[in-house]
């Protein structure tokens, strides 16, 4: 069953501006990850957060976790046209031994 | 660099055809997993593996799919009589651990049935 819900479904924005996509979960998780997926690509990893970590940072991406509300978000600061993608979160449900993907946000940078 | 590879990219099949899609994990990942991808939405889990074991197959249907991963080969996911709703891009991923780290995707085959 699905795990992840992304919020917004797709997301456009100028270039330089900063993406903000959420993420809502249903059970107890052992942590969180965000992946991005380019056109006619396969998934690539960005970031992982365990449930006992608030926030965490890498290069332009920052990506928050809220355990009693179920919820992460991911910022991406300073966006570039090579940003677009769609991004996904997935979680590693306690108890649980594989990740599960939500459906995904298209984000779109504009020129 | 190290890269999970998949063959073929692209594969079409007619509607109760055999399809055979092949995974060559990284060396050293002992967990791989298939994941089905429709229409660019979701990602459904199919199965994984530790080494050459199944470890979760609770996302495969049960009647025409099935997979392998034996030793010193490419690991394989097979679609008997496939049908039109099988079409989808099917990925692989390898991992190290199943939980603590995340996971190389391939590129995927697309798995076109007409």
């Known amino acids: 069953s699905q795990q992840g819900e992304e919020d917004p479904q797709a997301l456009s924005i100028q270039e330089g501006e900063n993406a903000t996509m959420n993420c809502s979960y249903k059970?107890?998780?052992?942590?969180l990850q965000w992946y991005r997926q380019n056109s006619g690509r396969g998934l690539v990893h960005l970031i992982l957060i365990r449930s006992n970590e608030r926030e965490k940072h890498s290069g332009r991406l920052r990506v928050t976790l809220d355990t009693s509300k179920k919820s992460s978000s991911l910022l991406i600061t300073a966006s570039r046209a090579a940003d677009t993608a769609s991004y996904f979160c997935a979680t590693d449900a306690y108890r649980d031994d594989k990740i599960i993907f939500g459906k995904g946000t298209r984000l779109h940078i504009l020129p | 660099g190290e890269e999970v590879a998949q063959t073929p990219k692209h594969l079409v099949r007619g509607e109760g055809q055999k399809a055979k899609l092949y995974c060559a994990p990284i060396k050293g990942h002992s967990y791989v997993f298939w994941y089905q991808q429709v229409l660019k939405n979701e990602f459904k889990f199919l199965i994984s593996?530790?080494?050459?074991?199944?470890?979760?197959e609770t996302g495969m249907p049960k009647e025409r799919f099935s997979a392998k991963c034996l030793p010193n080969s490419p690991c394989s996911l097979e679609i008997q009589a496939t049908k039109l709703e099988d079409s989808a891009v099917y990925f692989c991923?390898?991992?190290?651990?199943?939980?603590?780290?995340?996971?190389?995707f391939g590129s995927g085959t697309r798995l076109t049935v007409v």
């Open positions: 991923a390898s991992s190290q651990l199943v939980r603590e780290g995340g996971y190389t």
């Open positions: 059970t107890s998780i052992n942590n």
């Open positions: 593996f530790q080494n050459e074991n199944v470890f979760d």
